[in-house]
């Protein structure tokens, strides 16, 4: 026997409790995309992304609505790039000193050093619980989520548009030595210091630009609100503000 319908007014109560869908304004888009050095075709691919799968109870989400699925595909893709990378830069060595290079390559502190500086974390969407957990030696959600965004921007652009994604935001030579967590990037160790005491998360400004167009020398602010800022230089703004978290930690570390 078919069951009644629900009457409307029931209907749209319960719609009402499902929040709306995560999105990102004009400005946040434009802004990630430029730290990231590629322009979307497709805005959903790079939202669906950002989504942690943290979010899918709360919005009554399929195994598809979360970037589980992408990170997946993404884990392959840049798997594939830093192998090939690694043949052509190793032409004479053997396939175990290779491997040992692949690892710490392809590994969740590489990949969240690569978020830390694309401050990726204030992009993601996540539940309160999540926003304020971090593992103790890389952020976990931010480097899952740049997995995803590797398979955005290859269901996006193709193989090529992944490819020069990770050439120009893996620091190769940093990168494939051994990770040690006393060495982490200084903006994933500023983020575990904000998530430890649970304190809002840095906040990092550009507040000087100067030297050549081929010589640019660029000054960074970092801040955590109601405990301290630092200021540091660097020839591009990705150093400035790895060194403005350098020097904030140390201030930190010493209150």
């Known amino acids: 026997m078919k069951r009644p319908a629900r009457p409307k007014r029931t209907r749209l109560r319960a719609a009402a409790k499902i929040p709306r869908h995560p999105s990102l304004s004009v400005e946040q888009r434009r802004s990630l995309e430029n730290a990231m050095g590629y322009r979307f075709k497709d805005g959903d691919l790079l939202l669906h992304a950002l989504i942690h799968p943290s979010l899918i109870d709360e ?7 979360s970037n589980q ?5 993404g884990d392959r893709v840049l798997g594939l790039v830093i ?9 004479k060595e053997r396939e175990g000193f290779m491997t040992k290079l692949f690892h710490n390559l392809v590994s969740g502190q590489a990949c ?24 103790a030696n890389y952020d976990k959600a931010v480097a899952d989520a740049v997995e995803a965004l590797i398979a955005a921007i290859y269901m996006d652009g193709g ?15 940093s990168m494939s030595k051994d990770p040690d967590p006393d060495q982490a990037n200084p903006k994933t ?6 998530g430890s005491n649970q304190t809002a998360y840095a906040v990092y400004e550009t507040i000087d630009k100067s030297g050549t167009d081929h010589a640019p020398m660029f000054t960074v602010r970092a801040s955590v609100e109601g405990h301290g800022q630092a200021e540091a230089k660097g020839s591009n703004k990705a150093e400035a503000e ?3 978290a350098s020097a904030l930690l140390d201030l930190l570390e010493k209150t």
């Open 59 to 65: 919005y009554r989400g399929s195994a598809g609505f």
């Open 69 to 73: 699925r992408m990170e997946f595909l």
């Open 83 to 91: 192998a090939e990378m690694l043949i052509n830069k190793y032409p």
């Open 112 to 135: 969240a050093e690569v978020g830390a500086d694309l401050n990726l974390r204030e992009y993601l969407f996540m539940d309160a619980s999540m926003r304020a957990n971090q593992a």
């Open 159 to 173: 193989i090529d548009a992944a490819e020069r994604f990770i050439k120009r935001n893996w620091i190769f030579d």
């Open 189 to 194: 160790r500023l983020s575990d210091w904000c």
């Open 242 to 244: 790895r060194a403005a």
